[in-house]
């Protein structure tokens, strides 16, 4: 398996004289003037909790250097990834989502019973959390009595390259990395049905939806649902992107866990009517298949095309050698070939890279990755360049 060659290495968010020094699931894009954006959710104090602000980070040296983050959606519950989109004229999206109170409450009795089987100066940092969320929904609760208000997938847009924004506006859906901008100047929204825990959705399927200018939206088309000779796979978090042709290619994270058939993977399905009907989603053709397992490729995904003409979708890898991997493809989605970025993280809770085209044609991919095991998360960046083409 080809590697990919990393120029430069940077830490893009974290707080470290802070215990809300977790920032998780980012996205990247640029403005027209090579301005970068990034987005997270921030400020939080682990993988779930009720803290989490979706925030945005700029850096004006392709991405040397950023400034420190700063919230762009931030309601009383815990907001978590955050999707940016560039279009047209500078106007961007971010796009985030909630869970609610009681979904928070559910995960805390859980922490409350592994935190029996813990002794020592863990048993008292992992107390002293708990008794911090704790309090923390109860002030929720009572300063915030219609807290479910504000639930639901949100996002937020700005007709000034993210200067300033517009008011918080709720979507049926929810994705990672956000919309796609098609060249006839449509914003496709193509995620799945916002639910958590509790709150579970009547119909899963991902859907796709057009975002109009004035951020209202409707309703397209529905994507099946995944299967394979062993049952029904987990479909969410996709991610699309517009072929040359018109069509619309969607990569989507396909997982099935704790069970004899794991895997944890993309599916990929091609919409050739603006998103009205899909096809069944099928597993991604690969040039290079011997050299990886097809069923853990990684996931989730972000599709970018590059000033070359090929396609990368990257996916973040938490089985086996754990990092980032770049599938590229030629043929517009026909066929992929699988490289390695990172392979040398230390924790599985990592993932969710977005990439960025750099002024001389060089890449800039964000993710979320643990230093260390017991650390916690912050936005990691590199600048690398594709391998040479033999």
């Not at 990034?38 to 004006?60: E, M, N, Q, W």
């Not at 279009?87 to 805390?108: A, H």
Request: one cysteine or more.
């Amino acid at each position: 398996m080809k590697r990919c060659k990393i120029l430069e290495r940077t830490v893009v968010m974290q707080k470290a004289d802070s215990a809300h020094n977790y920032f998780g699931w980012p996205s990247i894009a640029k403005l027209s003037d090579g301005t970068l954006l990034a987005g997270a959710s921030g400020f939080r104090i682990d993988h779930v909790c009720p803290f989490g602000k979706a925030v945005l980070s700029v850096s004006r040296d392709e991405g040397k250097t950023w400034s420190a983050p700063s919230p762009v959606i931030d309601t009383p519950l815990d907001d978590r990834d955050l999707g940016l989109l560039v279009y047209g004229d500078d106007r961007v999206i971010c796009t985030s989502f909630n869970n609610s109170v009681e979904f928070q409450r559910l995960w805390l009795s859980w922490r409350e019973e592994n935190l029996k089987k813990m002794e020592g100066e863990q048993a008292k940092r992992e107390a002293a959390a708990q008794a911090y969320v704790r309090a923390y929904l109860d002030y929720v609760d009572v300063f915030y009595p219609n807290h479910d208000d504000f639930y639901g997938s949100t996002f937020r847009m700005s007709d000034d390259g993210g200067k300033s924004w517009g008011e918080l506006k709720y979507s049926p859906i929810t994705c990672p990395h956000g919309p796609l901008a098609t060249k006839d100047g449509r914003v496709i929204y193509i995620g799945t049905p916002m639910a958590d825990i509790k709150r579970k959705a009547a119909d899963p399927r991902i859907r796709a939806y057009e975002i109009l200018p004035d951020g209202s939206m409707t309703a397209l088309g529905i994507i099946p649902p995944i299967f394979d000779e062993y049952g029904e796979i987990t479909a969410c978090e996709p991610h699309a992107i517009e072929l040359a042709n018109g069509d619309i290619l969607v990569h989507i994270r396909a997982e099935r866990r704790k069970c004899e058939h794991e895997c944890f993977t993309i599916y990929q399905t091609v919409s050739a009517d603006g998103g009205k009907t899909f096809p069944v989603p099928t597993p991604i053709v690969l040039e290079n298949e011997g050299d990886v397992d097809k069923n853990f490729l990684g996931s989730p995904p972000h599709i970018m095309r590059h000033s070359s003409g090929a396609l990368l979708s990257l996916v973040g890898v938490r089985d086996g050698a754990v990092g980032v991997r770049v599938l590229k493809s030629v043929d517009e989605g026909g066929s992929w070939e699988v490289m390695v970025l990172t392979d040398d993280a230390t924790s599985n809770d990592i993932g969710y890279p977005s990439t960025a085209e750099l002024s001389d044609g060089s890449l800039y991919t964000v993710w979320y990755e643990r230093p260390n095991e017991n650390e916690p998360a912050t936005i990691r960046g590199v600048r690398w360049r594709l391998p040479l083409t033999e």
